[in-house]
């Protein structure tokens, strides 16, 4: 249970050569919450150079 919360009440931030797959929420009961769920994936890699695909899946 959240409660009272202010601002995003989950926040999800992936570095830039992650993958994410297969992340549920469920029975989530949140009360006097002002914010969303918010999930990121970082927009730039370490080394340019290097750049590898990023994707999320089934969130």
């Not at 297969?22 to 929420?25: D, K, L, M, S």
């Given at each position: 249970m959240i409660y009272d919360t202010y601002g995003c009440v989950i926040k999800m931030r992936f570095g830039a050569e992650s993958r994410v797959e297969?992340?549920?929420?469920s029975n989530l009961i949140m009360n006097n919450a002002t914010g969303p769920i918010?999930?990121?994936l970082?927009?730039?890699p370490r080394r340019?150079?290097?750049r590898k695909p990023r994707w999320?899946?089934?969130l």
């Open positions: 297969n992340v549920a929420f918010s999930i990121g970082d927009s730039s340019p150079a290097q999320a899946r089934r």
